[in-house]
């Protein structure tokens, strides 16, 4: 089991670099306006190698977490453990370009199911989610959530972490968490809790990180 601490240096550790890649970016950029950088697998790799410092277990990236199902699925990172039971896995999801903010809010939902159920199946000591966003996404979504039970899992902070019952994953509006073949399974209540909050900005981009840790308690059962 990994101290919040530890996770968190990790975390800032990544958001330092990933800082110093958007400097760079923006004084390219004066030169050459067509230098893109795939942000989301720079993160991968940042938070990585942050990991692994001073580490001995080995920390991957795009490691499945099961056999089979949603779990047999890559994770971003995965740290893993003296025992065959991973001590940390971490799903990341950035923010595409534009403003579809639902779809980028159900996209991270779906992850926190994913990690929620790898917890509480033993796949994994702990599970968590870092999702990357605009600033406007999150002052976007504290307004969202207050009015769409569910995307308050979203909305955790650091002293009051959320849990709510999972069957309002049962509705008709949440058929995209499992539309995508995986199974139809929760557990009784979904927990989430904020852990890190890390700002990366520049003249040209505003980026909030956020790593939610997240729980699943009780049993798993079918939801429909």
Partial sequence: MLEAEGI??????????????VNHLGLASRSAPAT????????????????????????????????SGVLARPSDVVVSARTRTPQLAIE?????????HLGFANAVMADLHKMALAQTRKAVEQGAVLATAPARFWRWLSGFAEEHPGYELLTADPDTPVSVRADFLAGPAWGFVFEDGREPEVPERLWTQLLARVEVRSPWVDLELRLL????LGQVRQLR
């Fill in 8 to 21: 968190q240096g990790a975390v800032l550790a990544a958001a330092g670099e990933l800082q110093a890649l």
């Fill in 36 to 67: 893109r950088f795939s942000f989301d697998s720079d993160l991968r790799a940042y938070l990585r190698r942050a990991f692994q410092f001073g580490q001995s277990e080995l920390v991957s990236v795009d490691q499945p977490l099961g056999p």
């Fill in 92 to 100: 990341l999801q950035w923010h595409p370009r534009g403003e579809d």
């Fill in 213 to 216: 840790e997240v729980k699943g």
